[in-house]
């Protein structure tokens, strides 16, 4: 039993040792409001598993609707709360899916982006992501966001 676990520990150590772990932002444009900047952002927190991967999740902005009741906004609220994500990085482009932690494939939202490194660590990723599926017309919901992450 003994050198099972630390047979474990070691792969685990290995594993954390060689990925990279990243903290995202990515600020929706379209309702940007610099006095309610933390309702209007998307924070997630990523690990890569190589140079290629990365997986991981966000907690999505409140957003700030001008035309929408508070009953509308509760219902939307709960029902994108955290979003789980996958990249796939081809040199600085990628390529990525997300999804609520419900309903699974209803919510599914492809998208691509670019990251560039500014300084350092720090990358800044504009990306646009449409939903997979339509809404009641024939026309894809798509956002265009700019992001910032910091990988270590």
């Known amino acids: 039993m003994k050198k099972m676990l630390l047979t474990a520990a070691v792969v685990f150590?290995?594993?954390?040792?060689?990925?990279?772990?990243?903290v995202t932002a990515d600020l929706d444009l379209e309702d940007f409001d610099a006095e309610?900047?933390?309702e209007t952002t998307d924070f997630g927190f990523g690990y890569t598993f190589n140079e290629t991967w990365t997986v991981g999740a966000m907690i999505m902005a409140e957003g700030v609707h001008e035309?929408?009741?508070?009953?509308?906004?509760?219902?939307?609220?709960?029902?994108?709360d955290m979003r789980l994500f996958v990249r796939y990085n081809m040199n600085n482009i990628y390529l990525?899916?997300?999804?609520?932690?419900?309903?699974?494939?209803?919510?599914?939202?492809?998208?691509?982006?670019y990251s560039?490194?500014?300084?350092?660590?720090?990358?800044?990723?504009?990306?646009?992501?449409?939903?997979?599926?339509?809404?009641?017309?024939?026309?894809?919901?798509?956002t265009f966001k700019l992001g910032l992450a910091y990988r270590f």
């Open 13 to 22: 150590s290995t594993l954390i040792a060689s990925a990279q772990f990243m």
């Open 36 to 38: 309610n900047l933390t």
């Open 67 to 80: 035309d929408e009741t508070e009953e509308e906004h509760a219902d939307h609220a709960d029902e994108e």
């Open 96 to 113: 990525t899916a997300n999804t609520t932690t419900e309903d699974f494939s209803d919510n599914l939202r492809f998208g691509a982006g």
């Open 116 to 142: 560039f490194a500014a300084f350092g660590n720090l990358y800044i990723e504009p990306n646009y992501t449409m939903d997979l599926s339509t809404d009641d017309g024939d026309e894809r919901n798509g």
